[in-house]
Each structure stands twice: as structure tokens, then as C-alpha cells.
């Protein structure tokens, strides 16, 4: 089993930056693929960036493509996700996701362990 708990969230102005943290434990998390996620009020759960195992390749989503980036550190395992000019559609939990599978996927049913999230509210 792999525990995820996100950190780094938290209330910022339209423009303003945020890194999220997503440390693991109970397994690594170095052979793994990574990923975030972000719901917002009365949406569904919708992807925002994967990295893959070697962090060698990630993948955005076109909302936060140019604005965030994905990365990891193994020998913490801890995964990031630095997300810059911030607006108040970026308002929404972000949680962050495991892949053991590696399937470098966009899809929330391939990710296997999630964390509880954080909350990150973009005020106008």
C-alpha cells in the first residue's frame, strides 16, 4: 500500500503561484507513474499532470499547460507540482495520484493510489 498526503495548498491572488507537495509512504513511489488531478466545485475529477517514472516525460493538461510543472523527487518521494499565474478557474482540490502500472495515462481509473487533497482557492 502507498499513503499520499498533498500539502501546499491554500488561498492566493489571480496571478500568484502555488507548489504542491505530494509525499508518499508505506511503498516508493521511484517505479511509478505520477499524477495530479483537480476538482472543482459541482465538477468532476479532472486531470492536470502526469510524470513518468524516470521523470523523464510528463504531460499536461492544456488548462495549466505553460503555467505548472510536474516533478518528482525519488529519494524523497515526494512529487511536485509548481503552478504559476494562477487564475480563479484554478480554484478546485487538487489530489495527487499513483500509477504502479506505468501507463503514463490521463485516465483517473489507471491511477490506483490517491491522496485526501488540498485545497486551493484562487481569489479575483
Known amino acids: 500500500q502507498v499513503q499520499l498526503v498533498e500539502s501546499g495548498g491554500g488561498l492566493v491572488q489571480t496571478g500568484g503561484s502555488l507548489r504542491l507537495s505530494c509525499a508518499a509512504s508505506?511503498?516508493?513511489?521511484?517505479?511509478?507513474?505520477m499524477g495530479w488531478f483537480r476538482q472543482a466545485p459541482g465538477k468532476g475529477r479532472e486531470f492536470v499532470a502526469a510524470i513518468n517514472w524516470r521523470g523523464g516525460s510528463t504531460d499536461y493538461s492544456d488548462s495549466v499547460k505553460g503555467r505548472g510543472t510536474i516533478s518528482r523527487d525519488n529519494a524523497k518521494n515526494t512529487v511536485y507540482l509548481q503552478m504559476n499565474s494562477l487564475k480563479p478557474e484554478d480554484t478546485a482540490v487538487y489530489y495527487c495520484a499513483a500509477d504502479p502500472l506505468r501507463r503514463d495515462s490521463r485516465r483517473i481509473n489507471e491511477y490506483v493510489f490517491w491522496g485526501q487533497g488540498t485545497q486551493v482557492t484562487v481569489s479575483s
Open positions: 508505506g511503498r516508493g513511489i521511484s517505479t511509478y507513474t
